[in-house]
């Protein structure tokens, strides 16, 4: 087996990043961890708990955890990282940087510029982890992992908090398919969830994109089988379809974006495409921003499954000649 994928155990934290030294050293060097005054030791933690996080089997190879590396947000999850350990620096610098957006943020999901502005103040004082009255390991911050930007981090757990209040006047009921047969749970074992209503979200959110998928055009469907089933090239795609390599890129981006507007209308109405009847309760903005950020957080999806590999000819054929 080559030295790539030689598998590197999970429960072992200083194993885990052994292999790949010179990647850690170089994202170290990169950041502002120093400028925070972020120690090593509390640099590698942070990585390992977003290693921890992302990956639930009790082993990956060097070459899938320097491919997941190579995804996070450093820079964000340095930042985090920091303020949470209490760097005033650093969350000086959260404020100065942070805080119009959240309150901008917080504007738009409640609609509201003085809710907003409550909501955002609120979500501060946590961060800062005063919820007892101190600083400390209080702050959301440590579920914050830089798998994606702080950004858009913030703004997902500012409308998880709006939500929060939706809830106390609105009731939530198992979401079920057509038939009347509930969808399955995600798998979240492994996981501490800062929502428990998280499996329900990812729940809707893959029924609403697999009857938005179907009802894609048939060439729109076949790109996004290609490139996210079978992991095609843009080249090879192209050679498939018989299209220019940059006709392909564009078709995608706008096979991407439609599904998206479908998904999130179908999320919106609780209607699937071409139906009359709601399929679940409709959803606002807020909870509809969630959804997509679990969705893009835990990747629950396969798309192997969404577009089940045909049998070629020459297996139908065996499997006939067998009969």
Known sequence: MPEDHQPIPLPEPASSLVSVKPQVDSLYSASRASEWSLSREQFES???RSVRRRFTACSITREELEAYLDTLHIDDLVLASACMQGSQSAWAY??????????????????????GN???????????????????????????????SLKTWLRTVLAQRHVDQLRKTRRWEPLEREDGTEVPAVDESSSIPLDPYRGLYLRRFLYALTVCLAALGTEDRRRLELYYAREKTLAEIGRILREHESSVSRNLERARKELRHKVEESLRSGLSPGSASPGFPSMSDAEIAVCFEYAAEDAPIDFRQLFPKKPSVKSEAGRKESS
């Open 46 to 48: 942070a990585i390992r």
């Open 94 to 115: 959260f404020v100065r940087s942070y805080r119009p957006y959240l309150r901008a943020s917080a504007a738009a999901i409640t609609r509201n510029s003085l809710a």
């Open 118 to 148: 409550d909501l955002a103040d609120s979500l501060f004082a946590e961060l800062y982890g005063l919820t007892d009255g101190k600083q400390g390991e209080a702050s959301p911050f440590r579920y914050f992992h830089g798998r994606s």
